[in-house]
């Protein structure tokens, strides 16, 4: 499986929520800092963190463990 996305950026109190449900899971992801691209902060601006798998399909946020096992089981 490849690694996931998390788009998230600097100071995100709820991307490092996700960050923790992520690691609880035992996920291997990838942060990007959504800050640091002006097209990824257009699209993800209001909506992170968003997590993206090696198919192209989000999970946004609010998501709990659950729904993150859930999305990963749809892979």
């Not at 909506?47 to 946020?61: M, T, Y």
């Amino acid at each position: 499986m490849k690694p996931l996305t998390l788009y998230t950026t600097l100071g995100c109190h709820l991307c490092e929520h996700a960050e923790a449900i992520l690691d609880a899971a035992q996920c291997t992801y990838v942060g990007v800092d959504i800050a640091e691209d002006l097209a990824l902060l257009e699209r993800y601006g209001v909506r992170i963190p968003v997590v993206k798998d090696g198919n192209g399909r989000e999970l946004g946020w609010p998501f709990d463990t659950a729904q993150l096992t859930a999305f990963l089981a749809d892979s």
